[in-house]
C-alpha cells in the first residue's frame, strides 16, 4: 500500500505541475502533495494533515497572511470539495494518468464541525474506486448540480486601492453621495466634460482658421484627439453615467491606483436610506474548476452588461450576478 501511495502520489505530482491551470485548489494540492512524498520517503506512512490555516499559510508563503484573514472567510477559502474537484479533473483528462496503477488520489477530511479546538484537518490518501466514479456521474445528474449556483462575495472598500486623487473623495472607499464631498466629486466630473466639449470647440475653430494650410501633422492631432474624446467618453463616463441604474459598474481605470487590477463601483442606500456610492470586488470560486470568478462585461455573449466570468475558462463557466441575493445561476454557452 505504502508503494502504491507514493507512487500515485508521485503521479499526482508530475500531473499538478503539467497541468495548465492555476489557482489555490492547486496550489493547496501540490504543497499537500509534496509533504506526503517527503514523509512516505523518509518511511513515515501515517497521513499528512493540513489545517486550512497551514493551507493558507503555505499558500501565501507566509503565516501572516493566515493570521489576518477572518476565520469565517477561512472557512470558504478551501475545502474538501474544491480540492477533490480539482483532483477529478485530473483524473478524469483524456490521457487517464491513474488508469494503470490501479488507484487514484482522493482528499480526505474527519468528521468534525469544525470550530475552536475541532478544526477540520485534509489529507491525501488514495482509492481503488474511481471507474464506478465516472459512471455514477452519467447515471446521476444530481452529482453535478453543486456547478449550477455560485456565491459571491463583496470585498470591503477599505482594501481596494483607489487613485491618490479619488482617494480623497473616498474615505475608506466610500462617499455619501449627498455629502460636500460627493457634490464637488459630481461638479469636478461633469465641469471636465464641459471644459473638454470647450476645448474641442477652440481646437476645431484653429484647425477652421488654418484653413489652406492644414498639414498632417494637423490631422495627427485631431485624430488624437477624437480618439482620447471617444476613451474618455465610452470608459469613463458612460459607466459613471450608468452607475444610479445598474448600481454596480467596473470601476473605470482613472480611478484605480497602478497596483489595482480589478474593482467595481456600487450604488447602494444604507439604514437611514442615504445614497452611498463604494468602491468593492465581487469575487466567488468557480464550482467547475475552483479558478475565481470576477465580474467582466456580459457582451458580446450574454445579454446582461455584467456577469461572472471565471478566470481559467471565461467564455465557458459563466454565471449570472445578483447583488442582492449575492448569488449567481450558471449560464453555460
Ligand atoms: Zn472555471
Redesign the pocket.
Known amino acids: 500500500m505504502t508503494d502504491n501511495k507514493l507512487q500515485v502520489l508521485k503521479k499526482l505530482q508530475n500531473e499538478l505541475s503539467d497541468f495548465l491551470q492555476t489557482g489555490k485548489a492547486y496550489e493547496c494540492l501540490k504543497v499537500m502533495c509534496a509533504d506526503s512524498i517527503d514523509a512516505l520517503q523518509n518511511g513515515h506512512d501515517e497521513k499528512v494533515t493540513f489545517t486550512r490555516w497551514k493551507l493558507k499559510a503555505r499558500y501565501e508563503g507566509s503565516t501572516q497572511a493566515a493570521d489576518e484573514i477572518d476565520p469565517k472567510e477561512l472557512q470558504k477559502w478551501i475545502d474538501d470539495k474544491k480540492l477533490n474537484i480539482v483532483l477529478t479533473n485530473i483524473i478524469q483528462a483524456e490521457h487517464q494518468p491513474f488508469q494503470e496503477l490501479g488507484y487514484f488520489p482522493v482528499v480526505k477530511t474527519n468528521e468534525t464541525k469544525g470550530g475552536k479546538g475541532n478544526e477540520k484537518l485534509y489529507w491525501l490518501d488514495i482509492e481503488k474506486k474511481r471507474f464506478e466514479i465516472v459512471d455514477q456521474q452519467a447515471d446521476a445528474p444530481d452529482e453535478f448540480s453543486h456547478i449550477e449556483f455560485v456565491e459571491y462575495h463583496r470585498s470591503e472598500p477599505s482594501a481596494i486601492k483607489i487613485s491618490w486623487f479619488y482617494r480623497f473623495f473616498f474615505k475608506n472607499g466610500e462617499m455619501k453621495n449627498r455629502s460636500l464631498r460627493g457634490l464637488f466629486l459630481i461638479s469636478v466630473i461633469f465641469s471636465s466634460v464641459i471644459f473638454w466639449l470647450l476645448y474641442l470647440i477652440v481646437v476645431a475653430l484653429v484647425l477652421v482658421r488654418e484653413g489652406q494650410s492644414f498639414t498632417s501633422f494637423n490631422l495627427l492631432i485631431l485624430f488624437g484627439v477624437v480618439f482620447f474624446t471617444w476613451l474618455l467618453w465610452k470608459y469613463e463616463f458612460i459607466p459613471i453615467w450608468n452607475l444610479p441604474e445598474h448600481r454596480v459598474i467596473k470601476a473605470p481605470m482613472i480611478f484605480l491606483s497602478l497596483n489595482e487590477l480589478d474593482a467595481e463601483i456600487e450604488m447602494y442606500r444604507d439604514k437611514e436610506r442615504n445614497q452611498i456610492t463604494r468602491f468593492t470586488r465581487f469575487t466567488a470560486t468557480?464550482p467547475?474548476?475552483t479558478?475565481d470568478i470576477v465580474l467582466r462585461d456580459g457582451k458580446p455573449d450574454q445579454n446582461a452588461p455584467l456577469v461572472g466570468r471565471?478566470a481559467?475558462?471565461p467564455f465557458a463557466?459563466v454565471y449570472s450576478f445578483d447583488r442582492v441575493t449575492m448569488k449567481g445561476k450558471y449560464l453555460g454557452v
Do not use: G, L, V
Open positions: 468557480c467547475i474548476c479558478a471565471c481559467e475558462s463557466h
